[in-house]
């Protein structure tokens, strides 16, 4: 686990399911252009919130690589669901910039619903096999040029699957923040 305070907002790496993130007001999903269950995080959060999150979500599919819709959280002990479409490791490109994307519209989304607290997963890393530790490293630094513009947003957590991946993402801040 790491937590630190950046610029008045608390970063957080922690081991666990992004779908039990009960005190998170909302949570990102790495979604698939349907917008429908699937595996991984995708499976995970709608099993979850039950069939009233799919029902909801229908209308706003198919989206595409980078953008990001928000919901309700249905069954979920959140308020908000935010569906991010992570791009294909080397199938759709630019992948560094549409993952950045993901990281951009899921954090305006959250501003302009005026949320607190999110918990992102690892976008992109499973299924469509982008590696762990250069998505990492822009999911953070899109998060972290971001944190100057955030108003709402007090807290961000990324909760990653396994301890090794919590080690890595944790490695990975303390490299940018030492940039910086
Ligand atoms: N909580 C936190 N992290 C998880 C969980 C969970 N419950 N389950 C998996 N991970 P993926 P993608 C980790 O495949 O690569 C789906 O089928 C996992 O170890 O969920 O963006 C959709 O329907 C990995 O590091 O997302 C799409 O078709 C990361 O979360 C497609 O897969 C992302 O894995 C999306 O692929």
Do not use: W
């Not at 666990?16 to 595996?39: E, K």
């Amino acid at each position: 686990m790491m937590k630190r305070e950046i610029q008045g907002i608390t970063l957080e790496c922690r081991q666990g399911d992004i779908a039990r993130q009960s005190d998170m007001q909302a949570i990102v999903n790495a979604a698939n252009a349907q917008l429908r269950m699937g595996g991984g995080v995708a499976g995970a959060i709608h099993r979850a919130a039950g069939p009233g999150l799919e029902e909801e979500c229908r209308p706003l599919a198919p989206i595409r690589p980078g953008q990001a819709v928000i919901t309700g959280g249905h069954d979920l002990p959140n308020d908000y669901v935010i569906h991010c479409l992570g791009p294909v490791y080397q199938v759709d490109e630019p992948s560094p910039e549409l993952l950045a994307s993901c990281y951009q519209n899921a954090l305006r989304l959250a501003e302009d619903n005026h949320v607190r607290s999110l918990a992102f997963p690892s976008i992109s890393t499973g299924a469509f096999g982008y590696p762990m530790e250069s998505a990492a490293k822009v999911a953070f630094g899109t998060v972290m040029d971001a944190l100057p513009r955030l108003s709402s947003v007090k807290h961000i957590r990324f909760v990653l699957f396994s301890e090794g991946d919590v080690t890595l993402h944790a490695e990975v801040v303390e490299h940018l923040v030492g940039l910086r």
